[in-house]
C-alpha cells in the first residue's frame, strides 16, 4: 500500500485522457461520418431526436436522417471549414424538415466530420453577439489593466447570468490567481485568491488553447455515452473541440466539493499562449443557448485583444523610460570615463527604470558595491556561478538560495539577483540585488492534494476544502517583471555593444576624439530613433492592407527590407548621396524577378541626399510591388517606364508609367501603400505626388526638390551584373554533392530564420553552430555540402571555418550585417555576401554564384 501510494504524484491528472472521454452532457446529440456521409459513431440519446436507435444509425448515409436543406447547410460549413482546430455554426437550422429548429457545431476529428446538435432556444432575444460591440467599446475607455479585467467579468456576467464570473490569471509555474470577479451579491469572493497548477492538469491547459470556450450545465447529468466505444482503427473519437463533451470525473468531484452546479470558462490568449481564464460559476444548473455561448467566446477574443493592446501601451510607455536610461548612460560614458566612474549616480538612473535594494559593477576586475550587497568575496563566488549561466542574456532569480547555496552566507541582504553581462570575455558584470520580502499568498484550501484509495487503486483527490489557507514565503524576493527584464535587456545591449565600445575608444583617444565621439553619439541616437519610430509605424499601419498573419508579415517584412536595402546602398557609398538609377534597379530586381527588362528608366541619373533615400525608397517599394501585385509587371506583357529629368530649378521629376498589363480602376479605398505613394514625398520632402488610374495603366508624377538632389550624371551601369536570379522553388540542393547544410550564427533568432531559408532552398539537414569551434568540429566530422558563416562571431571571426571549408573544397558564403566591406582576413574576396538584413531571395542568388564559381 505504501508503496503505491508513493508513486502516486500530480502527473497522474496530467495522465487522464479528458478529450477521448467518450461521452457528451445530454443537453445536445452528436453524430459522426465519414467523408462519404456514412455514419461511424452517435451518442446514445439520438432515438429521442430522429426516432432510431444509435446503434440502428452506425453505418447509415446521414441523408436518410436529415433535410435537403440541412445537408445543403452542413456541406456548405464543411467546405470552408479551416484547419482542425476550428469550429463552423450554423443556427436556427430546420434538421428534420418537421418544422423544429436546431443550432449546430460542425468540426473535423481526425478523419471524421462531427455534428452536434442542441435544440434552438425561441421565444427570447437571438442577436446576442450584437451586445459584444457596445460591451467591447465601454472596456476599451477602462484606463489600467485592473479596471479592464474587473470590467470584462461584470459584462461577462450580464451577458450569461452566471452568479460569479472572475479573471484568472496564470503565473509562470502554472498556478492561478483569481485577478477580478463580478458576484450576484449572494455568493463568496474569491477575488486574490490563488489556486494551485494541480487545479488544472497539463492536458486540460492543452485543451483550453484549442477549444476556447468550455460549459458545464449541471454537473449531476448523467451524460450520455458515444457508441461505439472505439472505431474501425480501434481509435476513440477525439472530442477536444467538442462543445458537448462531458468533463472529467474528478473535475465533476472537485466543483461539487466547491458548491458549483454548473461552470463555463472561456480562454484568454495572449500571443498564442494561454495567459488566463474567464471562468464562471453558478450554484445552480443553467443552459445557455448556443447563440449566447457564441457570444462570449467572441467576447472573449475581444477581450484578450484589449489586455493585449493594454499591456502593449503600458510596456512602451516604461519603454521610453529605458529610452532616457540609455541617453543618460551613453551620455555619461562618452566623455571618456570608465563604466564604474560615478557608480553611485550610474546606478539611481538604473533603479528610476528597474527597482533595485542593491547594485554591483564588476568590470575588468574592478568592483564597485551600491545599497545591500553581498561583499567583494562573496561576490566572486556568484561572478563565478553567473559565468556558467551564460553571457548572452540577462539572467535573473527571486530566490538565489534555491540554486546557489552559498548566497545563505547574505542572505539578509539579498535574496534576488538580476545579471546584466556587459561583455563577452572575460566576463563582466552589473548585477542588481533586491532583499527578501516576507508574502503571504492566500490559497483557495491548502494547495495540496491527498491521496484517496478505492475501487481502480490510489488516485489524487480534488481538494473538500476552500477556506482561506494562508501560506508564508520565505527566501523569496519581489519578483522581476517580464517588463523589467526586458528593460534589462535592452540595457546590457547598449552597454555591450555601445557603451563599452566607445569607454574603450575614449580611454584611447580622449583628448583627440572627445568632441567627434560626442557627435557620433548625438547622431547614432537620432538616427536609430528615427529607423525604430519608422518601422513602428510601419507594423501598426500594414495591418489594415493584410487578411492573414502570413500576409501582414510578408507585407511588414517587404517593406523593412526595402528599407534595409536603401540603408546599404547609402552606407556602400559612406553616407553620401546615392543613385536614383540604382534604387529603382535594385526593387525591380527584388520584387520583378526576370521583369526586369520590362521596367525602363530614361533621363539623367540622380544622386539623392542620404536624409532623403530612405522616402524615396519606400515610395519606389510600394510602386514597384503593387506593379507586380495588380499592375503592368502582374502580366507578362506588361512594362513600366520611368522617365527622369531635371526641372529649371534643379528640382528632379519623376514620370512613372505603366503599360500593356491588366485593365486599371481605381481603388475603392486608400491602403497604407497608397498612402505612402501619395503623402510620403510631400509630407516629408516638401515635394509633390500626383497618381491617376487610367484603365491603360497607372501614372504617378513626383516633383523632389532640389534641396534633397546633390546632383545629376550620366547613369552608370547595373550594380547588379553578374547577380544570379533564381526562381523560387528551385532545388539547389541538387547542384552540390551530399552532405548537411551549415549554418554558423551566434544569435539563435537569425540562426533559426536562416535554417527556414536553407530549407526552403531545398536542404533538409541544416546544422547550425554558434561558435568557431562548434562549427569546426561540425567540419571535421560531418558531410557539409555547403556553409553559410557569419563574419562576426563576438570578438572572433568566421575567417577559420572559411579556411577549412576552402581546404576541404566545401562551398561557402558570408552573411554579415556591414556588407561586403568587413570580409575576414585572409583572401576571401569573390565569396558571395548576403547582407543583413536578408531574404530568401538572396540566399537563393548567393548560393547559386558560389556553386557557379566553385564549377
Known amino acids: 500500500m505504501a508503496e503505491d501510494q508513493h508513486q502516486v504524484d500530480l502527473t497522474t491528472c496530467d495522465l487522464e485522457p479528458i478529450h477521448i472521454i467518450g461521452r457528451i452532457q445530454s443537453f445536445g446529440w452528436l453524430i459522426s461520418f465519414s467523408s462519404d456521409w456514412i455514419i461511424n459513431h452517435a451518442s446514445r440519446n439520438c432515438d429521442t431526436l430522429f426516432g432510431q436507435s444509435a446503434e440502428d444509425l452506425i453505418g447509415l448515409n446521414a441523408a436518410q436522417f436529415l433535410s435537403p436543406s440541412a445537408m445543403h447547410d452542413i456541406r456548405s460549413r464543411l467546405q470552408i471549414l479551416g484547419a482542425a482546430g476550428t469550429v463552423e455554426r450554423i443556427f436556427e437550422l430546420d434538421l428534420l424538415s418537421d418544422g423544429r429548429l436546431f443550432d449546430l457545431a460542425v468540426h473535423t476529428s481526425g478523419r471524421s466530420f462531427v455534428v452536434e446538435i442542441e435544440e434552438h432556444e425561441s421565444g427570447r432575444r437571438r442577436d446576442f453577439v450584437s451586445y459584444v460591440r457596445p460591451m467591447i467599446e465601454r472596456m476599451r475607455q477602462t484606463e489600467t489593466t485592473e479596471k479592464l479585467c474587473a470590467s470584462a467579468a461584470r459584462h461577462l456576467r450580464g451577458l450569461t447570468g452566471f452568479d460569479r464570473v472572475m479573471v484568472y490569471r496564470f503565473s509562470e509555474e502554472g498556478a492561478g490567481e483569481v485577478i477580478a470577479e463580478s458576484l450576484n451579491g449572494l455568493v463568496d469572493s474569491f477575488k486574490g485568491l490563488h489556486f494551485p497548477a494541480s487545479d488544472i492538469p497539463k492536458q486540460a491547459r492543452k485543451l483550453y488553447t484549442r477549444n476556447l470556450l468550455r460549459i458545464i450545465t449541471d454537473i449531476d447529468d448523467p451524460t450520455v455515452p458515444v457508441i461505439p466505444a472505439t472505431g474501425p482503427t480501434g481509435d476513440p473519437l477525439d472530442l477536444s473541440m467538442s462543445g458537448l463533451r462531458a468533463v472529467s470525473p474528478i473535475h465533476i468531484e472537485y466543483l461539487r466539493n466547491m458548491g458549483v452546479k454548473a461552470s463555463m470558462s472561456v480562454s484568454i490568449m495572449r500571443r498564442g499562449k494561454l495567459w488566463g481564464l474567464m471562468a464562471c460559476h453558478h450554484y445552480s444548473p443553467l443552459r445557455l443557448s448556443y447563440s449566447v455561448r457564441t457570444a462570449a467566446e467572441l467576447f472573449g477574443e475581444f477581450f484578450a485583444y484589449l489586455l493585449e493592446q493594454k499591456e502593449t501601451d503600458a510596456a512602451f510607455e516604461r519603454r521610453g523610460d529605458s529610452m532616457k536610461l540609455h541617453d543618460e548612460i551613453m551620455s555619461r560614458v562618452a566623455g571618456g570615463g570608465s563604466l564604474l566612474d560615478a557608480f553611485g549616480d550610474f546606478s539611481q538612473s538604473i533603479g528610476r527604470v528597474i527597482s533595485f535594494d542593491g547594485a554591483i559593477g564588476w568590470v575588468d576586475g574592478e568592483f564597485m558595491a551600491d545599497g545591500l550587497t553581498p561583499t567583494r568575496t562573496q561576490f566572486g563566488q556568484l561572478a563565478r556561478f553567473l559565468n556558467t549561466a551564460g553571457a548572452s542574456t540577462v539572467w535573473a532569480t527571486d530566490n538565489i538560495t534555491a540554486i546557489f547555496d552559498p548566497a545563505r552566507e547574505w542572505a539578509d541582504k539579498a535574496a534576488g539577483v538580476m545579471a546584466l553581462p556587459v561583455s563577452r570575455s572575460p566576463r563582466d558584470y552589473i548585477v542588481l540585488f533586491r532583499k527578501e520580502q516576507l508574502r503571504e499568498v492566500n490559497w483557495a484550501g491548502n494547495p495540496e492534494k491527498s491521496v484517496e484509495f478505492?475501487?481502480?487503486?490510489?488516485?489524487?483527490?480534488?481538494?473538500?476544502?476552500?477556506?482561506?489557507?494562508?501560506?508564508?514565503?520565505?527566501?523569496?524576493?519581489?519578483?522581476?517583471?517580464?517588463?523589467?527584464?526586458?528593460?534589462?535587456?535592452?540595457?546590457?545591449?547598449?552597454?555591450?555593444?555601445?557603451?563599452?565600445?566607445?569607454?574603450?575608444?575614449?580611454?584611447?583617444?580622449?583628448?583627440?576624439a572627445s568632441q567627434q565621439q560626442d557627435m557620433l553619439i548625438a547622431e547614432?541616437?537620432?538616427?536609430?530613433?528615427?529607423?525604430?519610430?519608422?518601422?513602428?509605424?510601419?507594423?501598426?499601419?500594414?495591418?489594415?492592407?493584410?487578411?492573414?498573419?502570413?500576409?501582414?508579415?510578408?507585407?511588414?517584412?517587404?517593406?523593412?527590407?526595402?528599407?534595409?536595402?536603401?540603408?546599404?546602398?547609402?552606407?556602400?557609398?559612406?553616407?553620401?548621396?546615392?543613385?536614383?538609377?540604382?534604387?529603382?534597379?535594385?526593387?525591380?530586381?527584388?520584387?520583378?524577378?526576370?521583369g526586369t527588362d520590362r521596367v525602363v528608366i530614361e533621363g539623367p541619373d540622380a544622386l539623392i541626399a542620404p536624409s532623403a533615400f530612405t522616402t524615396l525608397a519606400l515610395v519606389v517599394h510600394e510602386l514597384m510591388t503593387n506593379s507586380c501585385k495588380y499592375g503592368a509587371l502582374s502580366d507578362s506583357q506588361g512594362?513600366?517606364?520611368?522617365?527622369?529629368?531635371?526641372?529649371?530649378?534643379?528640382?528632379?521629376?519623376?514620370d512613372w508609367r505603366e503599360e500593356h498589363g491588366p485593365p486599371v480602376t481605381p481603388p475603392s479605398r486608400r491602403g497604407f501603400g497608397s498612402t505612402i505613394i501619395e503623402r510620403t514625398i510631400p509630407h516629408e520632402l516638401d515635394g509633390s505626388a500626383s497618381v491617376i488610374y487610367p484603365e491603360a495603366g497607372m501614372q504617378a508624377f513626383f516633383l523632389i526638390p532640389s534641396d534633397h538632389i546633390a546632383t545629376f550624371e550620366t547613369p552608370g551601369a547595373d550594380p547588379r551584373q553578374g547577380v544570379i536570379d533564381v526562381p523560387d522553388g528551385t532545388d539547389l540542393r541538387a547542384q552540390l554533392p551530399e552532405g548537411a547544410a551549415l549554418i554558423v550564427e551566434d544569435n539563435v533568432i537569425i540562426a533559426m530564420e536562416a535554417e527556414d531559408h536553407m530549407r526552403a532552398c531545398g536542404f533538409s539537414d541544416c546544422r547550425v553552430a554558434g561558435s568557431v569551434a562548434a562549427a569546426i568540429n561540425l567540419v571535421e566530422n560531418t558531410d557539409i555540402a555547403f556553409a553559410m558563416l557569419d563574419i562576426n562571431l563576438g570578438r572572433d571571426t568566421s575567417a577559420p571555418i572559411a579556411e577549412a571549408l576552402r581546404e576541404r573544397g566545401i562551398v561557402f558564403i558570408f552573411a554579415s550585417g556591414y556588407g561586403e566591406r568587413t570580409l575576414p582576413e585572409g583572401n576571401f574576396t569573390g565569396v558571395p555576401v548576403v547582407t543583413k538584413p536578408y531574404g530568401e531571395r538572396d540566399l537563393r542568388s548567393a548560393i547559386a554564384r558560389a556553386s557557379a564559381e566553385q564549377r
Open 454 to 512: 478505492g475501487p481502480n487503486g490510489s488516485r489524487l483527490t480534488p481538494r473538500k476544502s476552500f477556506d482561506l489557507w494562508k501560506e508564508e514565503r520565505r527566501g523569496y524576493s519581489r519578483p522581476w517583471t517580464e517588463e523589467e527584464v526586458s528593460a534589462a535587456e535592452s540595457l546590457r545591449i547598449t552597454l555591450l555593444e555601445v557603451v563599452l565600445r566607445m569607454s574603450d575608444a575614449a580611454h584611447a583617444q580622449r583628448e583627440q
Open 524 to 594: 547614432l541616437n537620432h538616427r536609430v530613433r528615427n529607423i525604430l519610430n519608422l518601422i513602428r509605424g510601419l507594423v501598426s499601419q500594414s495591418k489594415d492592407g493584410a487578411s492573414t498573419i502570413d500576409e501582414f508579415a510578408e507585407i511588414v517584412g517587404s517593406r523593412i527590407h526595402a528599407l534595409a536595402r536603401a540603408h546599404d546602398q547609402v552606407t556602400e557609398k559612406d553616407w553620401r548621396p546615392s543613385s536614383f538609377y540604382d534604387l529603382i534597379r535594385t526593387e525591380t530586381a527584388a520584387y520583378a524577378g526576370h
Open 639 to 654: 512594362s513600366v517606364h520611368v522617365t527622369i529629368a531635371r526641372s529649371d530649378d534643379g528640382a528632379l521629376e519623376i
